[in-house]
């Protein structure tokens, strides 16, 4: 079982110093990293530690706890690039990692996650909100729209 970021910076450039450049939707932020230093991120506020609170980013904005999967807003090209029903609320699943209790639930990229416990998802706010408070070892519900199928599904996921 995993949890946080993996060390994959490392085992690319042992000793390396890296300078990180953090992007997130229409705002970024830059930061270094030693050997031996960790990029810390608060789950609950959605920011990394290093260069502090990023609004409205896609990630690591969007963190909840380890379910392995990242999520953005819906945007009108995507609506009509999958033909998504009108009034269709919730937000795109953007990543998931692989073996992930995400991955593993089958849950995919340009899924659309409309709850989580049966309370409504609408915004990256909401989907931190509803994850934020999840224990390891705690089953979520989560009910999507797959627009490849047109069809809506319940997933369970259990938070690592």
């Known amino acids: 079982m995993r ?30 990293v030693s050997e031996g230093e960790k990029l810390a991120f608060d789950r609950g506020k959605g920011n990394c ?11 690591p904005g969007n963190l909840g706890p ?31 990692d692989p073996l992930s ?19 409504p998802v609408r915004s990256i706010e909401d989907y931190r909100r509803l994850t934020a408070h999840a224990r390891s070892g705690e089953v979520l519900a989560l009910y999507l729209y797959k627009p490849e199928i047109t069809r809506r599904e319940l997933h369970t996921v259990k938070v690592e």
């Open 3 to 32: 949890s946080g970021p993996q060390p994959f910076a490392a085992m690319l450039f042992p000793g390396a110093a890296l300078s990180l450049l953090l992007l997130m939707g229409a705002g970024h932020a830059q930061s270094s």
């Open 49 to 59: 530690l290093t260069c502090h609170d990023i609004k409205g980013g896609d990630s």
């Open 66 to 96: 380890p379910l392995g999967l990242s999520v953005r807003e819906i945007d009108p090209e995507f609506a009509q690039r999958f033909n998504l029903p009108k009034g269709l609320e919730g937000v795109i699943v953007s990543r998931v």
């Open 101 to 119: 209790p995400a991955f593993d639930a089958d849950i995919e990229r340009g899924h659309v996650l409309l709850e989580i416990n049966r309370q």
